[in-house]
């Protein structure tokens, strides 16, 4: 288990380096219509998550899941180098950078069903599953944290976004060889006796009668469509056009966000929570929009800090609920598919948010964006107080 929180860590890392440096890189390097191609490419380099990432749970289902990992970190590395090199001619352009995106995402959406599903298998006891989910999530926001403050730095020294690029390649690379030692059985947890086909006529008759998994994935669907938009286009149009600053502050503010989400998810793992997971899930997911409301009106980056940081507080409410939700009223034959659901609402809906927020972005204020977008999410957590979740 402990290789995997390093692995988790690592894989935060280069995510946040990536989510940092992408929507800046196109804004840079693009004259005309910044926003609108910064939306293009957040909605391409996350289009696998709406079209292959069901595959990705199937396979994780049927295969083993320490060497799917491999996989897909090894070579969303790999496909990374792409924008170092044709940066290196002379080439690069926001087409490349989405062309690379798509490459990276899509075998990116093979780790969080192979994880998610990997972690009840590792973890025996059911009652831990909570703690060991928000260890997991700390690691990784830890590392956001982290993340977010190693850009300006960096940048600091070596004033070069491409850099940060192949920093990000390297560590998803390395990283890839750290999962290998992970050990455990395997074949005792592994479905092939059916055919894929039949896995997902099985999985359907499940969904046809469990709602509770069909209402899980509309909320997180519809709260992301609002929300993930503002966490990528929206932040970066927030501080680079109204508030007038520069990559290293656009890192800086995605660090108080991690930073939030980190500690917030250190407190859940160490406290005992008197209420379920159902209803922390429920006050999640309408915070999650709610604490984005306040910055229709706050135009200072220091006071921007303070509640990105609030916002970060509650995100963990969202994600260990509803990871540990999954992981115990979800059959073992069944867990990758319905995480792959999950991301697919999750990372698949954010590329429809980061579309909606590009386009929005052309012709509105930022600060207009989180108000739509932070009233829009309050209004989706009111709803799902009335739906039936797990109970």
Same mark, same amino acid.
């Given at each position: 288990?402990?290789?995997?929180?390093?692995?988790?860590?690592?894989?935060? %890392?280069?995510?946040?380096?990536?989510?940092?440096?992408?929507?800046?890189?196109?804004?840079?390097?693009?004259?005309?219509?910044?926003?609108?191609?910064?939306?293009?490419?957040?909605?391409?380099? &996350?289009?696998?998550?709406?079209?292959?990432?069901?595959?990705?749970?199937?396979?994780?289902?049927?295969?083993?899941?320490?060497?799917?990992? /491999?996989?897909?970190?090894?070579?969303?590395?790999?496909?990374? !180098?792409?924008?170092?090199?044709?940066?290196?001619?002379?080439?690069?352009?926001?087409?490349?950078?989405?062309?690379? *995106?798509?490459?990276?995402?899509?075998? =990116?959406?093979?780790?969080?069903?192979?994880?998610?599903?990997?972690?009840?298998?590792?973890?025996?006891?059911?009652?831990?599953?909570?703690?060991?989910?928000?260890?997991?999530?700390?690691?990784?926001?830890?590392?956001?944290?982290?993340? #977010?403050?190693?850009?300006?730095?960096?940048?600091?020294?070596?004033?070069?976004?491409?850099?940060?690029?192949? +920093?990000?390649?390297?560590?998803?690379?390395?990283? @890839?060889? !750290?999962?290998?030692?992970?050990?455990?059985?395997?074949?005792?947890?592994?479905?092939?006796?059916?055919?894929?086909?039949?896995?997902?006529? =099985?999985?359907?008759?499940?969904?046809?009668?469990?709602?509770?998994?069909?209402?899980?994935?509309?909320? &997180?669907?519809?709260?992301?469509?609002?929300?993930?938009?503002?966490?990528?286009?929206?932040?970066?149009?927030?501080?680079?056009?109204?508030? #007038?600053?520069?990559?290293?502050?656009?890192?800086?503010?995605?660090? !108080?966000?991690?930073?939030?989400?980190?500690? @917030?998810?250190?407190?859940?793992?160490? /406290?005992?929570?008197?209420?379920?997971?159902?209803?922390?899930?429920?006050? *999640?997911?309408?915070?999650?929009?709610?604490?984005?409301?306040?910055?229709?009106?706050?135009?200072?980056?220091?006071?921007? +800090?303070?509640?990105?940081?609030?916002?970060? %507080?509650? /995100?963990?409410?969202?994600?260990? @609920?509803? &990871? &540990?939700?999954?992981?115990?009223?979800?059959?073992?034959?069944?867990?990758?598919?319905?995480?792959?659901?999950?991301?697919?609402?999750?990372?698949?809906?954010?590329?429809?948010?980061? +579309?909606?927020?590009?386009?929005?972005?052309?012709? !509105?204020?930022?600060?207009?964006?989180?108000?739509?977008? *932070?009233?829009?999410?309050?209004?989706? *957590?009111?709803?799902?107080?009335?739906?039936?979740?797990?109970?």
């Amino acid at each position: 288990m402990a290789l995997l929180v390093i692995a988790q860590f690592l894989v935060g %890392l280069a995510d946040q380096i990536y989510i940092i440096t992408i929507p800046f890189l196109v804004i840079s390097i693009e004259i005309y219509n910044a926003s609108l191609k910064a939306g293009i490419v957040s909605f391409i380099e &996350t289009l696998p998550f709406l079209t292959i990432s069901f595959l990705a749970g199937i396979l994780a289902d049927r295969y083993n899941k320490k060497y799917l990992l /491999i996989i897909s970190v090894l070579f969303s590395g790999l496909f990374l !180098l792409i924008i170092p090199i044709f940066s290196t001619i002379n080439k690069l352009n926001w087409i490349i950078i989405a062309i690379t *995106g798509f490459l990276v995402s899509s075998f =990116s959406t093979l780790y969080p069903p192979s994880r998610d599903a990997l972690i009840p298998i590792l973890v025996k006891d059911k009652d831990k599953l909570f703690y060991y989910n928000a260890i997991v999530q700390s690691s990784y926001q830890f590392a956001l944290f982290i993340g #977010g403050l190693l850009p300006p730095i960096i940048l600091y020294l070596k004033n070069d976004l491409i850099f940060l690029i192949l +920093l990000d390649a390297i560590i998803l690379i390395l990283t @890839s060889f !750290l999962i290998y030692p992970i050990n455990y059985n395997e074949n005792n947890f592994m479905n092939k006796k059916s055919s894929i086909l039949d896995d997902i006529k =099985s999985f359907i008759s499940i969904l046809k009668k469990e709602r509770s998994i069909l209402n899980l994935v509309i909320l &997180t669907a519809l709260d992301n469509f609002f929300i993930m938009g503002l966490t990528t286009i929206g932040a970066s149009l927030y501080i680079k056009n109204y508030l #007038g600053l520069s990559a290293k502050e656009f890192a800086l503010f995605n660090a !108080l966000l991690s930073l939030g989400w980190f500690l @917030s998810a250190i407190i859940l793992s160490r /406290i005992k929570i008197k209420t379920s997971e159902v209803n922390l899930l429920r006050w *999640g997911i309408f915070l999650d929009g709610f604490t984005y409301i306040p910055f229709f009106f706050i135009n200072d980056f220091k006071t921007s +800090l303070i509640f990105i940081f609030i916002h970060g %507080l509650v /995100i963990p409410l969202i994600t260990i @609920s509803r &990871t &540990t939700l999954i992981q115990k009223h979800v059959g073992e034959e069944f867990r990758g598919k319905v995480f792959s659901l999950i991301y697919i609402a999750v990372i698949g809906f954010m590329s429809l948010s980061g +579309l909606f927020m590009g386009i929005l972005g052309e012709f !509105l204020s930022p600060n207009y964006l989180f108000l739509i977008g *932070g009233i829009g999410g309050s209004i989706i *957590g009111i709803i799902s107080f009335s739906l039936k979740i797990f109970n």
